[in-house]
């Protein structure tokens, strides 16, 4: 008996042996793979989603500058606009910017913008290369220091009526005065049919430092 039972052992057939451990390894992968992907699953779940809100997008290339308060409101800002306060005690406007679809980036606060057009022949070389040639300038209107809006003038500078913080739009926002870390970044701008069109990316991240 035990030596028919040997014999039976021995006479197994090779290719089913092995085609039977094919498959009780592709069963463990497949039983791994679907822990794997169970995990993965549940720890998705787990991750907040988040959702794109485009009223909150960063200001891109080909956005038009638009007025953010005031009775033109979401309206595009004109070289008109600009020349009409260039003599005012405020020579400047707070800006949105609004994309090609019409959304007003309204509710990203590093997308507050302060325009102006300034004299050309003040500038320093690199202001001016990020200026329209008719000299309309852009900065981001975020303080640098805890992130106030950059609403006031003063003896020619731009003033940051919060603590004080000056800095001099005419050579890239260079800080001149209070305790601010750092110049706000300068944004592109271009003209296009008498609109403020942004032409570049912010020179720097646009926020407050500290």
């Known amino acids: 008996m ?7 052992h021995h006479e ?14 592709a069963a463990i ?14 720890g998705a779940g787990l991750v907040p989603r988040v959702e794109k809100v485009p009223s909150r997008e960063p200001v891109a290339v080909g956005d038009v500058l638009v007025h953010a308060t005031g009775p033109k409101t979401n309206q595009p800002i004109t070289l008109d606009d600009l020349r009409a306060v ?9 800006a949105f910017p609004k994309s090609p679809e019409n ?17 050309v022949e003040r500038m320093s070389p690199e202001t001016r290369r990020l ?21 006031q003038w003063q003896n020619d500078l731009w003033l940051c009526p919060c603590h004080g913080g000056l800095y001099d739009v005419y ?8 305790p601010v870390p750092k110049p706000v970044p300068q ?7 008498g609109q403020v069109v942004v032409a570049g990316e912010f020179t720097d991240r646009p926020g407050a430092d500290v």
């Open 86 to 94: 260039r003599n005012e005690r405020i020579p400047f406007i707070i």
């Open 12 to 25: 197994e057939d090779p290719q089913a042996h092995a085609t039977r451990r094919a498959v009780l390894q």
């Open 2 to 8: 035990a030596e028919h039972h040997a014999a039976t």
């Open 131 to 151: 200026a329209s040639p008719e000299g309309v300038l852009a900065y981001s209107a975020v303080c640098k220091h805890l992130g106030c809006t950059i609403s």
């Open 103 to 119: 959304v007003v980036k309204k509710d990203l606060v590093t997308n507050t913008i302060m325009v102006m057009l300034a004299e």
């Open 171 to 178: 050579d890239q926002a260079r800080v001149v005065g209070g």
């Open 187 to 193: 944004l592109p701008v271009k003209v296009e049919g």
């Open 29 to 42: 992968g497949v039983s791994a793979g679907a822990t794997l992907l169970s995990t993965l699953w549940v």
